[in-house]
């Protein structure tokens, strides 16, 4: 139920201090989902919104920044699907350092048709994909 992958933190992501400056790890956040669709649920966010004119908008996060990253640390990054609701998922990211957490996110994303803006249902295919034994990892 675990999909992992790892980022190294570089410089575009720190301040001054060589520290990740927070909003970066929101953007870390979205790659790892990003990159989850296309690993492990079949659709990459080029086809989403593109192809199917679907977008998947995050409609709540709630982040617990619990240590500093440097410039040079590599990021072991966890996603865990929590809940899936008719058209919203919840699923939490957690990310850490040579065993030592830096941070936890919690998220609702909402699956909505881009020509309306309107929630809609998962389709199937995807909401199976959300199942446990469909969420391996893949090193990025």
């Given at each position: 139920m675990t999909y992992r992958t790892q980022r190294k933190v570089r410089f575009q992501h720190c301040d001054p201090a060589a520290i990740v400056f927070f909003p970066r790890y929101f953007e870390m956040?979205?790659?790892v989902v990003e990159d989850w669709f296309e690993d492990e649920v079949g659709?990459?966010?080029?086809?989403?919104?593109?192809?199917r004119r679907t977008g998947?908008?995050?409609?709540?996060?709630?982040?617990?920044?619990t240590a500093p990253s440097r410039l040079g640390d590599r990021l072991d990054f966890e996603l865990t699907v929590d809940?899936?609701?008719?058209?919203s998922l919840t699923i939490t990211i957690t990310?850490?350092?040579?065993?030592e957490l830096r941070?936890?996110?919690t998220s609702t994303l909402v699956y909505v048709d881009m020509n309306t803006?309107?929630?809609?249902?998962?389709?199937?295919d995807f909401r199976q994909r959300f199942e446990p034994e469909h969420n391996t990892g893949k090193p990025a």
């Open positions: 956040i979205n790659s659709a990459s966010f080029n086809q989403l919104h593109m192809e998947v908008p995050t409609a709540r996060i709630a982040t617990d920044f809940a899936v609701g008719g058209a990310a850490t350092c040579a065993g941070l936890r996110s803006g309107k929630p809609m249902p998962w389709p199937e």
